[in-house]
């Protein structure tokens, strides 16, 4: 039975990009397919990029990864094409069981949230879009209550705006 | 909520709407949607809200993580 660690005893610190240093096999987050794309399809993936949350920058073990890929809506009708959004879709996140209930999937949804919206001011992405691997996953992005909704781009999804993720920092001071 | 995903072709109020959906692979593909779902989409797009305050919250008290991109 994986050991868990306190929040608090974590030292995950460090993002960096899947490379092969990376000890892929041993990272288990108790959802086969999540632990399969690591292994097997990660580092070639067309589906997108791929980050590891390492202890430090040096270190093999992965302690939770990411892939993000870009995307590109847009709403068509008979008359005309207008150009909707660009999305960020969160293909996957995933922590090994070692270090679940240490809050470590929030702070990287929040970091994702961050650096999408940072990436927004240089593109036309709109929306992070996330399309949960199974019921129990969209539990816990829904239970975030962080403002996500259903929508079909064109596969259902879990959503949220930039401009909404902006407002996350904002001061409620006047 | 509608499950019809196209729409009559004699409403000039109710135009087809798709979603035209580009994947990074580079094939793309487009797929009707319910109006509902279209209008859905743009009010999540165009529509402003204000954070929850359990988003608030967790911004507040989240690790910081340093991206290292090498």
Partial sequence: MAE??????????TIVPLNKIHDRKSFDCGKPPLNDF????????????TYVLVSDP????????????????????NQSTKSLAGVIKLEYLAVDLKYKST??????????????????????????????????????FVGRNFGFEVVYIPDRCLAISIDTILNMDMSDEP | MSTTKTRPSNSSQTSTNLVAHAVSGGTSQKVRVTDEQAASLCNLVNAAKPATPELRAAAARARQFKFVAR
């Fill in chain 1, 58 to 77: 040096e270190s093999s073990e992965i302690i939770a990864y990411l892939t993000l890929a870009p995307d590109i809506i847009s709403i068509l009708n």
């Fill in chain 1, 103 to 140: 809050g470590i999937g929030t702070d990287l949804l929040i970091f994702i949230m961050r650096e999408v919206a940072a990436y927004s001011n240089i593109s036309s992405v709109r929306l992070l879009a996330i399309e949960p691997l199974d019921k129990e996953a969209e539990r816990w």
């Fill in chain 1, 4 to 13: 868990h660690l306190n929040r608090s005893k974590v030292t995950a610190s």
């Fill in chain 1, 38 to 49: 690591l292994v097997n399809r990660a580092l070639n993936s067309p589906l997108g990029s």
